[in-house]
């Protein structure tokens, strides 16, 4: 069995490949450090994965994840073509952060263990989607759009993109880089309490402009204020420190660096439509009732 690492086969952040089988033909037993996700596009295909092999039809698919053993060959006779799209496993951890109950969702499901069928329309925007990554810019802002529509695709039977923070819609509706990767890394830091409890001029240093021109070009894909967009990432915080821990608001207040107390209640108020001290009451309220059964 061959290992297949990313670093030896690919520097960019995505590859999409069509592979085309005929009888006898068949591609080694290997496994690899990264992603992949492949769709049969025409013939029949065994897929032998972790010793187990599977006969896979036109508008069939499966999700491979790294250490997953697999091979393919072709029946006698036959032949087939193999749609591809890898990427390397340090993107699928950002994604994870980025979208973490579309992910879980993605797990839930065990995708990863068995053969994936669509219907037909479906399977031609897999096809689609598929051929198009051979083409676009090789970014990572277009691996995240891809991976954000293939999971749509995969998993339809819930509206999974309902989990997607606000920005992914942008992110998935942007085929030609209409968003700045250094926007989409700017957004990927932002979902870590680290990072938005930073100062609005600390983080503007990542897109490299001036305050004002960082703040315009901001709001001109968020629809809103750099600061408002980082008040609404704490004030979401607070409130979950505030169902899961036993903090006292003043301290969370603090913590979070809000300017004052005055502030921090009437963002709450604005966001929740209640005041903080009700959250807290219901959680000790919960504490009780789970002690008392």
Known sequence: MKTILWNEVCNQHFQSHRLE???????FLHDHDFYEFFIIEAGVVLHHINGKTVEMQVGEGWWICPKDVHRFSIPKGRSGIILN????KKYYAVFSRITPKATDY????????????????????????LLQAREISNTSLQLYRILSELLTIIVPEEKIETYFPPYMPIIMGSRKNAIPDWLVLLLEKLESP???????????KISGYSPSRFSQIFKSYMTTTPTNYINKKRILYAKIMMEQTEKPILDIIEELRFKSVAH???LFKYH??????????????????????
């Open 21 to 27: 089988l005929n009888y006898p033909s068949e591609v």
């Open 85 to 88: 799209f890898s990427f390397p």
């Open 106 to 129: 993605l797990k839930s499901k065990g995708v990863r263990n068995r053969a994936l069928s669509f219907s037909a329309a479906q399977a031609t925007q897999l096809t689609n989607l």
């Open 194 to 204: 680290e990072f938005f409890l930073k100062e609005v001029t600390e983080i503007q």
């Open 264 to 266: 921090f209640y009437r």
């Open 272 to 293: 929740f439509g209640m005041a903080p001290g009700k959250v807290r009451r219901s959680r000790i309220a919960s504490f009780i009732k789970k002690s008392d059964d």
